[in-house]
């Protein structure tokens, strides 16, 4: 028997355009170095949209276990002071000390990329059916979201962290409660050029329950 032809309306069209749309949105999207990252970034309406999309993010009882901290235009040169502070504390007791080509390495990371947000942890209030890997799950969620919006929205964005963000000295001066961690930077911007990294394929990451056995060889 001969398949009636699609309704022009069929909703199924509408399923389909969404999952190409979708995935398409999240097999294009590749990190572009800070550095790389030039303005414009997302003016403030669309950073509020970014913001929203990584809200959506799975978030067991609700707790919002986690917040991003604008660093604005002016800040900057407080953020590379900081740095510059971080660096030289971790190299106080290295042979030589930290030199200038560090210092100026460390400062310069201040000043990259249009947008930059601090993600942060928090692991409080305490909650016993929510314990930190799965707040942290909800944080890689949101970033991800965000990361993935950013990129409909044309822009380009990458995760950085580095020693200084997990410094008890960083940590200090970006005002962090009891209970909050510093877990990376968010930096976006509009990207001249990218490159999308080789991925690894379903097969490398989804396996089947063997009772005893490892997981799929790397
Ligand atoms: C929390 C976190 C922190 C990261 N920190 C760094 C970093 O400091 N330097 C770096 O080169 N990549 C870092 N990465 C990895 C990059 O953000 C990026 O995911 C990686 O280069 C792969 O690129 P892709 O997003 O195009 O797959 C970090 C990733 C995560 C999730």
Redesign the pocket.
Known sequence: MTPEPDAPDDPDDGAADLTRLVLTLIGSR??VAPKRLLAPGPDATQLLQLVDAAACAPDHRGLRPWRLVRIADHQRDALADLFEACTRERMADDDPPAGADDIARSRDKAYRAPTLLLAVLKAEPADPEVPLIERAVTL?AA?MNLLLAAHGLGFAA?????RAVRSARFAQAMGLATGEQA??FVSIGTAAVGQ??G?GSAADYLGDWCPGAAGPAR
């Open positions: 590749h990190s890689g970033l990458m995760l950085t962290s580095g877990v990376c999308r990294r991925r």
